[in-house]
């Protein structure tokens, strides 16, 4: 029996999970970029003689996919996932911390909770409350994902302060939206999963190097070690499924024909290609929109963060990293901030944004006050996740199209994730699956992680 071909379509980790789980189940793998580099959202690049990820990616213990992936790659290393202890620091120079107790959860964080200081006694205890009802959300109950988290919150009685300084806290980062104006199911999943139904789900972990040494440099020396074929630079001009046996895709004028196609780009770029044949809904695609992250890099002349990471309430910094020894910083101190949910910084010029953000900095960090800036910059991702707001979960296939051998990937899909790198590895090994036993593969399929 000859070999199958399954063509991956996008170099992001989806693509790169999809192909390399092919690959290792004995498939020839055929991945096609359209960019000159692999790691889809997740990148890096040389700016102003530092290394620099296009932001700070974080994951967390319960992303079994992705941990999975990096184990795969060999990258553990190259990543820290310490035990959950946050610093949440707020402008009056109060400090509090979430961190996860040795009892079991929910009440790993109870204690936490009980001290955050940013809130009152009596809100932490509604807090506390509002979280055990979120925890028995259906979270694929249509009439879930049709609120948005901030209105759900309003109607359970949380206060406008608490909504600001405890649940968007949680939510902006995940879901690249602030609370008000996030699907109540994606929240809930983020919480459920995250803190809710193991004690250390929720530790957070993140890149101790660049991010190209974390994933694009290590798949692509994997998959060229099982003999895949991988191109860069090579956009694709259209998907043909018109034989539904042998789907292809026309890249720089060459028809590459396949066993199982998957398509893992990004969702408007898949609304573009998909032909009818598919039977995607491909306006709901493109309603799915985009929410932007802008990432402030700030190279102070000495150190002013204390710990490894920050987050930051009652003011526009939200959370704070210290990227100086994976930069290759020698002196100073190098922090990258993420802004997600971003709209109001898109487009403002480098002056504007330090105006603003240098006092921020002041107001958090005493130290910095008399510290030297010497270099200040931008990042902006204006499509870094589709927009996670209330309806969107029928908007989002499965792997699955009407073509019997096309197949979908990426974070945008149903993996029941946020768009996160844990939902992107869940739509490849979904996608990978899928592909094989359309290619009527003699081995057995690889597990789709939880």
């Not at 792997?399 to 029941?416: C, E, I, K, M, V």
Request: net charge neutral; proline share 6%; aromatic share 6%.
């Amino acid at each position: 029996m000859s070999v199958p071909h399954v063509v991956v379509v996008g170099g992001g980790l989806a693509g790169l999970q999809a192909g390399l789980a092919c690959a290792d189940a004995g498939a020839r793998v055929s991945l096609f970029e359209a960019r000159p580099r692999l790691g889809g959202a997740t990148w890096s690049t040389t700016l102003e003689g530092l290394n620099v990820d296009n932001g700070q990616h974080v994951f967390l213990r319960c992303c079994t996919a992705y941990r999975s992936f990096l184990e795969r790659l060999g990258v553990t290393d190259r990543v820290q996932l310490p035990r959950l202890s946050v610093p949440v620091a707020a402008p009056d120079g109060r400090r509090a911390w979430l961190r996860r107790n040795a009892l079991p959860a929910p009440a790993h964080l109870a204690a936490s909770v009980l001290r955050f200081a940013h809130l009152p006694l009596s809100e932490r205890l509604h807090a506390g409350l509002t979280a055990r009802h979120m925890g028995a959300l259906d979270l694929r109950d249509p009439a879930v994902d049709a609120q948005s988290l901030g209105d759900w919150l309003a109607a359970r009685g949380e206060s406008d302060a608490a909504i600001e300084r405890f649940w968007d806290l949680l939510v902006r980062a995940t879901l690249n939206l602030p609370a008000r104006e996030a699907s109540l199911s994606l929240a809930a999943k983020v919480f459920q999963t995250g803190l809710l139904e193991r004690a250390d789900a929720g530790d957070v972990g993140w890149a101790r190097v660049p991010l190209d040494a974390v994933h694009a440099a290590p798949a692509a020396a994997a998959l060229a070690a099982r003999g895949a074929r991988v191109c860069t630079r090579a956009p694709i001009e259209g998907v043909d499924v018109a034989n539904p046996e042998r789907p292809a895709v026309r890249a720089d004028g060459e028809r590459v024909e396949a066993d199982a196609l998957i398509l893992a780009v990004t969702h408007d770029v898949a609304a573009d290609l998909l032909p009818d044949a598919a039977g995607v809904d491909c306006e709901g695609l493109r309603k799915l929109g985009a929410s932007p992250i802008v990432n402030l890099h700030v190279v102070f002349d000495r150190r002013v963060l204390d710990v490894p990471f920050l987050a930051a309430v009652d003011s526009p910094l939200q959370w704070i990293f210290d990227r100086s020894e994976a930069s290759g910083l020698e002196r100073g101190q190098y922090l990258a901030v993420s802004l997600s949910g971003a709209e109001p910084w898109v487009g403002r010029s480098r002056a504007d944004l330090q105006r603003v953000f240098l006092p921020a900095f002041h107001a958090l960090l005493p130290a910095s006050r008399e510290a030297g800036v010497e270099r200040f910059f931008i990042t902006c991702e204006r499509a870094a996740t589709f927009r996670q707001a209330p309806g969107t979960a029928a908007l989002r296939p499965g792997p699955r199209t009407q073509s019997p051998r096309l197949f979908l990937a990426g974070a945008w899909t149903d993996t029941g994730w946020p768009a996160t790198m844990e939902g992107a590895c869940l739509s490849g090994l979904a996608a990978s699956r899928h592909a094989l036993a359309a290619a009527s593969r003699t081995a057995a399929s690889p597990p789709l992680a939880a």
